[in-house]
């Protein structure tokens, strides 16, 4: 088995990694690569283009269009949606309009999310559920609101880091699993 899809899902692409599960009704297009061992929820739609990493899950409902890259492991809540033109209009399009957007390794995007193309959301950062996305997200930040604002940092495990160790300004120690944290 290279990879499973429920037969219902539209695959139109053939770079598709090993141990990957489509489910209901999923449409990717031609051209867009998923890695291996991820998981793509009922009625995800990925367009061409788009490069989804190893370990990565998208849930259910989400559109991620041309442009974006999500590298591994990276977290997308139900019904996110990826934009990829700062000046839409229905009567104009052309490819060179595409605006690119990168999720780094890590990251974890909450449901109902929007993210405005031409940002980069850094490592393990985390999206609080139903944030608008419209500048860059530091790595380890923990953003939301709308427009999505920094109100602190996150672990590895995903839990809030809540004051510094004293071994440097941006050293944390996680309450939750004990691991240190540096932030640049």
């Not at 510094?164 to 120690?173: A, D, I, L, M, Q």
Request: aromatic share 10%; glycine share 12%; with cysteine.
């Amino acid at each position: 088995m290279t990879f499973w899809a429920h037969p219902t899902a539209v695959i139109e692409s053939a770079d598709i990694g090993e141990g990957t599960r489509i489910w209901h009704y999923a449409h990717i297009r031609e051209g867009a690569r998923i890695g291996e061992r991820c998981n793509i929820g009922k009625g995800v739609y990925i367009d061409s283009g788009v490069v989804i990493g190893d370990g990565s899950k998208i849930q259910n409902f989400v559109s991620v269009y041309k442009g974006v890259v999500i590298e591994d492991q990276v977290f997308v809540g139900p019904s996110a949606t990826f934009t990829n033109d700062l000046h839409p209009r229905a009567f104009i399009w052309d490819e060179d309009m595409v605006v690119p957007t990168l999720v780094k390794r890590g990251a974890s995007i909450g449901a109902n999310s929007t993210v405005v193309c031409g940002c980069t959301i850094g490592e393990y950062a985390m999206v609080g559920a139903g944030s608008v996305v419209a500048k860059d997200v530091p790595p380890f930040a923990l953003v939301m609101g709308c427009p999505a604002a920094q109100r602190g940092y996150v672990c590895y495990c995903g839990k809030r880091l809540e004051r510094p160790t004293g071994v440097g300004k941006s050293t944390f120690r996680c309450a939750y699993c004990g691991r240190e944290v540096s932030i640049e």
